[in-house]
């Protein structure tokens, strides 16, 4: 018996006894390579063979996402994405919009790949593995112009709001215990309470806080770095390759200039030139970063994390730091 094996489509001829068999062609398949891939909870091949990152994201939610009036996409989170996408290997990315605490799900149910819309890690999202932090930022502290208070020892029987985030509302709980009382608002405009002197202040996550204050001429932020928090990538559980590439990928933006360039375009806010009065200072010179101005001025660049504890209060990232910008310095130590 011979087979002849015709162009895709066509009916293959055996011959049998002398006698011509049609035989129909194989039915096509059921579903891609990337379906089946997906189907067998491996979302990073899926990914990779449908070449489209699937990223769940809440619509118009500036810093991190928005689409400009030109209908231009762009935001942090959405430029970060592209780069993510782009070190797994796959060409483009592809938004799900949905409501922030539905966006879990859409991981979970197979709908998006990964999301990523100011998530802090939470374990209590059943199904949901992170990924290492892709913004390391801290809550702020925002009050009217012309307020007393300047730091959280102020805040002693003041009345605090919060954007109803479990993460803040826990912080404040766990740091600020003299307060009046805490209220807690959703939606965006939010900080109207603080500017209808509702609340005497509002402590809100830096990265939104910077975008939303714009519409508040009467606010301001007087301190950053309140804490220690970082935003990560969500993704469904038992995906280890998954999560090793994001990182991976993470790790190599951050090393970028093209990250701190990000960062300046999309959160920047200008540090504080003023100083208390007797502090040692440095201006920061082109070219200068924290680790060049530790091993100059410290004698060891490690020594960076000393000159960032005297200045996060005013700066709320390091990659904001800019030519011309007054650092507060340790003072020199007395001779004995």
Same mark, same amino acid.
């Given at each position: 018996?011979?087979?002849?094996?015709?162009?895709?489509?066509?009916?293959?001829?055996?011959?049998?006894?002398?006698?011509?068999?049609?035989?129909?062609?194989?039915?096509?398949?059921?579903?891609?390579?990337?379906?089946?891939?997906?189907?067998?909870?491996?979302?990073?091949?899926?990914?990779?063979?449908?070449?489209?990152?699937?990223?769940?994201?809440?619509?118009?939610?500036?810093?991190?996402?928005?689409?400009?009036?030109?209908?231009?996409?762009?935001?942090?989170?959405?430029?970060?994405?592209?780069?993510?996408?782009?070190?797994?290997?796959?060409?483009?990315?592809?938004?799900?919009?949905?409501?922030?605490?539905?966006?879990?799900?859409?991981?979970?149910?197979?709908?998006?790949?990964?999301?990523?819309?100011?998530?802090?890690?939470?374990?209590?999202?059943?199904?949901?593995?992170?990924?290492?932090?892709?913004?390391?930022?801290?809550?702020?502290?925002?009050?009217?112009?012309?307020?007393?208070?300047?730091?959280?020892?102020?805040?002693?029987?003041?009345?605090?709001?919060?954007?109803?985030?479990?993460?803040?509302?826990?912080?404040?709980?766990?740091?600020?215990?003299?307060?009046?009382?805490?209220?807690?608002?959703?939606?965006?405009?939010?900080?109207?309470?603080?500017?209808?002197?509702?609340?005497?202040? %509002?402590?809100? !996550? &830096?990265?939104?806080?910077?975008?939303?204050?714009?519409? =508040? @001429?009467?606010? #301001?932020? $007087?301190?950053?770095?309140?804490?220690?928090?970082?935003?990560?990538?969500?993704?469904?559980?038992?995906?280890?390759?998954?999560?090793?590439?994001?990182?991976?990928?993470?790790?190599?933006?951050? %090393?970028?200039? !093209? &990250?701190?360039?990000?960062?300046?375009?999309?959160?920047? =806010? @200008?540090?504080? #030139?003023? $100083?208390?009065?007797?502090?040692?200072?440095?201006?920061?010179?082109?070219?200068?970063?924290?680790?060049?101005?530790?091993?100059?001025?410290?004698?060891?660049?490690?020594?960076?994390?000393?000159?960032?504890?005297?200045?996060?209060?005013?700066?709320?990232?390091?990659?904001?730091?800019? @030519?011309?910008?007054?650092?507060?310095?340790?003072?020199?130590?007395?001779?004995?």
């Amino acid at each position: 018996m011979r087979k002849f094996i015709w162009p895709c489509g066509v009916a293959l001829l055996c011959f049998a006894a002398g006698v011509a068999v049609a035989v129909p062609p194989p039915p096509p398949p059921t579903s891609d390579a990337s379906s089946v891939a997906a189907e067998a909870g491996n979302v990073l091949k899926a990914a990779q063979q449908a070449g489209v990152l699937r990223v769940a994201t809440e619509p118009d939610f500036p810093p991190l996402y928005w689409v400009d009036e030109a209908g231009k996409e762009q935001g942090f989170e959405y430029e970060l994405a592209q780069r993510i996408a782009k070190e797994l290997g796959i060409p483009k990315v592809e938004l799900v919009e949905g409501d922030y605490d539905k966006l879990p799900s859409l991981a979970t149910e197979g709908k998006a790949d990964i999301f990523m819309a100011g998530y802090v890690p939470d374990n209590s999202i059943e199904g949901v593995s992170w990924s290492d932090s892709y913004l390391d930022f801290g809550l702020c502290l925002i009050v009217p112009k012309g307020s007393p208070v300047k730091t959280i020892k102020q805040l002693k029987g003041k009345t605090i709001g919060a954007y109803e985030d479990p993460a803040a509302t826990r912080w404040i709980d766990e740091n600020i215990a003299n307060r009046k009382a805490v209220k807690t608002y959703m939606g965006p405009g939010w900080l109207f309470h603080v500017d209808n002197r509702e609340v005497d202040a %509002a402590i809100y !996550d &830096y990265p939104l806080a910077v975008e939303e204050i714009k519409a =508040f @001429k009467r606010l #301001q932020i $007087v301190s950053f770095n309140l804490n220690k928090s970082s935003y990560a990538v969500g993704f469904k559980a038992g995906n280890p390759d998954l999560q090793q590439a994001i990182n991976t990928a993470i790790k190599t933006i951050e %090393a970028s200039d !093209d &990250y701190a360039g990000l960062i300046k375009r999309y959160l920047p =806010f @200008k540090i504080s #030139q003023e $100083v208390p009065e007797g502090s040692a200072t440095y201006t920061i010179q082109a070219g200068d970063t924290l680790g060049k101005i530790a091993t100059e001025k410290l004698g060891s660049p490690a020594s960076w994390e000393i000159i960032w504890d005297l200045n996060k209060h005013r700066i709320p990232n390091p990659n904001l730091l800019d @030519k011309g910008d007054v650092l507060i310095m340790p003072k020199a130590k007395e001779p004995l």
